[in-house]
């Protein structure tokens, strides 16, 4: 590092590296952190002479906007005097001309040559140690553990030099739809009408409500890549069916999938009829929501009703709530199978007709 430092600023500097060379031997003893220690001192001062270079850049830049004849000529008329002086130099010193100039002057011209020069000629040297100053990969200490704000550096699209968060990255690959997830990432959000790819809303547009109290949904048939997911939708009609939040995993709702409706055979888009099963939380506007088959805990139900007094004619309504249409048995009391009229009024209420009186009990399954 003290070769670094010197380079950068020269000689005056020498006290400065011998003394932050000492301070570091003593007190970092490990390689790792004195490789982390001579990296951050190479930004620093790799940082400090690109300021002192813009600061330069912005006088000129100044001089050349507001100033008169004599600010915009002084340094290109000190330029070519320097060199002609340095040419003339060069023939008095070869003995083509009887004239002795004292070394003094010339280590002073020499200075000075070297430094307008320098300022003219050597603006990319800040770029070519920057350049340089990076070490090889496997010198930088392993972290092994890894945090959301943790960054790796690459390149965008534009070929820009970019840093990328872990927590970016993996919001990212969460929400394109580019690696497989088991289900169908779209973004919940509130307007009404036609839906874009990758989008589901409520029916009739809306804020987000809590998962209990959705029973339908419109629902984009293409994903966010604008692949046709319209078979595997028509593939869960009938099975559980789950939305996740896919920032938060706890905040889901898990239904039944009833049916898969377009109102036009040209749309794109569809509606989702819901039987709610449970769930936790709200939908919430601009989320992405994996949506995906989930049959957990839907094992075959079934309900049995107590005694019931059927009479002739008379519809009576049983409440079975299994979500779902079922099949229906009804037993009499000695035991005999009574077939009557069912009707099912939804997915979780039928009604039953006789044309005689009796007493029994109704099984659905």
């Given amino acids: 590092m003290s070769k670094l ?155 820009e030099t970019r840093n990328f968060s872990f927590e970016g990255i993996s919001n990212f690959f969460n929400t394109s739809g580019l690696i497989n997830l088991n289900g169908v990432v779209e973004q919940f959000v509130t307007t009404n009408g036609s839906l874009h790819q990758g989008k ?51 905040e889901f709702g898990q239904y039944v999938l009833l049916s898969v409706v377009k109102a036009n055979e040209e749309d794109t888009f569809a509606t989702f009829s819901l039987s709610y099963l449970n769930g936790n939380g709200n939908l919430r506007d601009d989320k992405y929501y994996l949506l995906n088959l989930d049959n957990t805990g839907r094992t075959d139900k079934n309900f049995t009703s107590p005694n019931i007094n059927f009479q002739a004619g008379v519809a009576t309504t049983i409440a079975h709530n299994l979500s779902k249409f079922p099949a229906v048995t009804t037993v009499d009391s000695a035991g005999s199978h009574i077939v009557g009229e069912v009707q099912h009024t939804d997915n979780n209420n039928l009604t039953l007709t006789f044309k005689a009186s009796f007493q029994g009990k109704v099984y659905v399954n």
């Fill in 200 to 250: 589901f809303s409520r029916v009739g547009g809306g804020t987000g409500v809590a998962f209990s109290s959705i029973s339908s949904l419109k629902v984009s048939l293409h994903n966010l890549n604008n692949i046709d997911v319209s078979e595997f939708f028509d593939h869960l009609v009938g099975q559980g069916f789950k939305i996740s939040n896919v920032d938060n995993l706890n």
């Fill in 5 to 159: 430092l010197a380079k950068l600023f020269g000689g005056a500097a020498g006290g400065v590296v011998e003394k932050l060379t000492g301070i570091a031997d003593k007190f970092i003893q490990t390689k790792d952190e004195k490789a982390k220690f001579e990296k951050e001192m190479t930004q620093i001062f790799i940082q400090a002479e690109a300021e002192m270079q813009k600061n330069v850049t912005d006088r000129w830049k100044a001089d050349l906007e507001h100033g008169n004849w004599l600010t915009r000529s002084v340094r290109p008329l000190v330029l070519v005097f320097l060199i002609v002086t340095t040419v003339i130099m060069v023939f008095v010193d070869s003995g083509s001309i009887n004239f002795e100039v004292e070394e003094k002057w010339t280590d002073l011209l020499q200075l000075v040559l070297i430094t307008v020069i320098g300022a003219y000629f050597g603006g990319r040297s800040v770029e070519k140690i920057k350049k340089k100053s990076m070490a090889r990969i496997t010198s930088y200490a392993l972290d092994t553990t890894p945090d959301k704000n943790d960054k790796v550096i690459g390149s965008d699209a534009g070929g």
